[in-house]
């Protein structure tokens, strides 16, 4: 990547902390650092001249780059860190292992010791970090001695060898430091609310503990003892500030895809964190449209759908800031109030924000601003890019659409001349297709467009994409062929992740320059086609006149249908249930007739 060319993209990054990502042409990842202001940082490798030749090579290379915003430097500190172990890449200092990052121990025995450690064992023990500061977490752990008093002690303190009288007291006990379990001086349940006490704190829950000094300091202010109130008032104050633990990076999170929404009239933000292992692998966000004053509730849920389809998310637990009901029920949805996923929540609504407020900026700047000249600089460009023998005046896109296996629809958008050309939009009901299959339904639909066309004898476009790569491009070259436009119009396939180009009968696809004007163009004209499918499939349900495979089935009804699909939220969980679980929903007769489509005659129809 130029200067030149960095200087377009460098005022959508953000100045806030967070880690950035550069990757290469191919989309391997090539580094990841971390930034107190991400524009600054990022913008420092494209501004000088590096003594470095790795550092110079690795500019070089630079063909897309990724952030991901942060609370603070602490967390973008430990995000760089983790993401640097899982992925390695190359033009990162190797890191072998985390000995020598600190962590707080929770300690699985009877009257459990909290001490520091940097070895990290399998034990059962519940480990807290890793912390950025040794200092601070050495800190914290004399902060804790001095107001929960725990035992240090090395003594196995099972309960048998306390009632047989085998250990003594210590100094600690003496000094006030240790309430002595050893002796029985301390049961089980007050050495448990002392340590509940004790990991509120490490946790970043201080309300409990602010109480308690709050409340000490207004006793001793009332007995006159200023001096304790003082120091009281100066623990306080270090609780406050202590920087305890990490969203971010926190094992105990495990993997998670946390999804965060912001409205602003018919205009939805969702933005996407794929959380793996505790940490934030994946940072992702998209812009909805409504058309039929939909619930915030149903937005995301489309939204989560897409997110997770798109990204292959195995995730099994989604963080969302507001109930929903998902139709998969395997699938566990969480509404935090506080702790780790509450954090996590919050870093994905600052990343939805951030995305928002970019969006109108780079709509205010672009919008209507092109001339006719600068389009027709752009069509040439698309034109040499993918060497069509034909100026593309006239371009058509086409994407499918269904939803968690019901509801087939199709949807095709018109450019010309480069701008959206909304009277020649077309929707399409599958008809010919039972149940859901991509290549089936391209093939449909781009028949039903082209033979049309040729009939009326009205222009052919020069370009048609097939959104969906080879096995949709291949589905539509067959309808192409049976019409009779092999050579008269190109048509090329749009991978859905990675944006590379196919065209029909070529093993190796093409990728064109991501902030060149006519991937922008193409990038522009998918996602038209996406919203208008969306919002179209989005219609087509809601007025319940879509028809899915359970229709196809004799004897069953619409409503019957729909009746089921209210109720199990899904064609694939319907496939799952017994004939008596549907027969509760629909009686014994029709649940036969489903159950028997779906797997033939079984033992357990009657």
Not at 99 to 106: A, G, L, W
Not at 147 to 175: A, D, G, Q, S
Request: charged letters at 25%; glycine letters at 6%.
């Amino acid at each position: 990547m130029t200067q030149q060319e960095f200087s377009i993209i460098a005022p959508s990054i953000p100045l806030q902390p967070g880690i950035y990502k550069y990757f290469d042409v191919e989309g391997s990842l090539l580094y990841v650092g971390k930034a107190k202001s991400l524009r600054k940082r990022v913008s420092s490798y494209f501004s000088k001249t590096f003594t470095s030749y790795k550092t110079h090579e690795l500019v070089q290379r630079i063909h897309k780059i990724e952030f991901t915003i942060v609370n603070d430097e602490h967390d973008a500190f430990l995000l760089e860190n983790s993401l640097i172990k899982q992925f390695q890449p190359l033009f990162n200092i190797n890191l072998k292992d985390d000995k020598s990052y600190p962590y707080i121990v929770i300690k699985n025995e009877p009257f459990p010791r909290v001490f520091f450690t940097r070895k990290k064992l399998n034990d059962g023990s519940q480990y807290l970090g890793p912390y950025t500061s040794i200092v601070r977490v050495k800190e914290l752990l004399d902060f804790i001695k001095q107001n929960i008093p725990l035992r240090t002690c090395k003594l196995n303190l099972t309960e048998n060898n306390i009632n047989k009288k085998k250990f003594k007291v210590c100094l600690e006990y003496h000094l006030g430091n240790c309430k002595g379990p050893c002796e029985g001086f301390q049961t089980n349940e007050e050495y448990n609310e002392d340590l509940s006490q004790l990991k509120n704190i490490l946790k970043g829950n201080l309300t409990p503990a602010i109480k308690a000094f709050k409340a000490a300091m207004q006793e001793y202010g009332q007995n006159l003892e200023f001096e304790k109130a003082e120091i009281v008032k100066k623990k306080l104050e270090n609780l406050q500030q202590y920087k305890f633990k990490s969203a971010i990076v926190s094992e105990r999170t495990g993997t998670v895809d946390v999804f965060s929404i912001l409205e602003e009239g018919d205009t939805a933000y969702v933005n996407y964190l794929a959380v793996s292992n505790g940490t934030v692998i994946q940072t992702q966000t998209i812009t909805l449209k409504k058309k039929l004053n939909e619930t915030a509730e149903e937005v995301l849920v489309f939204a989560i759908a897409q997110l997770r389809q798109t990204f292959n998310s195995e995730a099994i637990e989604l963080i969302v800031p507001f109930p929903i009901e998902y139709p998969e029920n395997e699938i566990i949805v969480t509404v935090p109030k506080g702790g780790d996923k509450k954090k996590l929540l919050e870093v994905s609504e600052k990343n939805t924000d951030y995305f928002k407020e970019e969006s109108k900026r780079k709509n205010a700047l672009h919008l209507g601003t092109m001339t006719d000249s600068e389009r027709g600089n752009v069509l040439h460009q698309l034109q040499n890019d993918l060497k069509l023998s034909a100026l593309p005046v006239h371009i058509e896109c086409f994407d499918n659409s269904n939803f968690q296996g019901s509801f087939p629809v199709s949807a095709m958008v018109c450019f010309k001349n480069g701008l959206p050309s909304k009277n020649d939009y077309r929707k399409f009901n599958v008809k010919t297709v039972e149940g859901i299959n991509d290549f089936a339904t391209m093939s449909e639909v781009v028949y039903r467009r082209y033979k049309r066309l040729t009939e009326e004898k009205l222009p052919i476009p020069q370009l048609i994409i097939i959104d969906g790569g080879k096995g949709q491009l291949s589905a539509a070259m067959e309808s192409i062929t049976k019409v009779g436009l092999i050579g008269k119009t190109t048509v090329v396939g749009l991978a859905k992740n990675e944006e590379e180009i196919f065209f029909p009968g070529d093993s190796q696809s093409i990728k064109l320059s991501w902030n060149s004007e006519s991937l922008k163009l193409i990038r522009r004209i998918r996602d038209e086609v996406h919203r208008f499918g969306i919002t179209f499939h989005r219609n087509q349900r809601s007025k319940g006149s879509l028809t899915n495979e359970l229709e196809q089935i004799k004897g069953i009804s619409t409503t019957t249908a729909t009746i089921l699909l209210q109720k199990f939220k899904s064609v694939k969980n319907i496939k799952e249930k017994t004939t008596e679980e549907l027969a509760v929903i629909i009686g014994t007769a029709r649940s036969k007739l489903i159950y028997e489509y779906f797997h033939g005659n079984k033992n357990n129809i009657d």
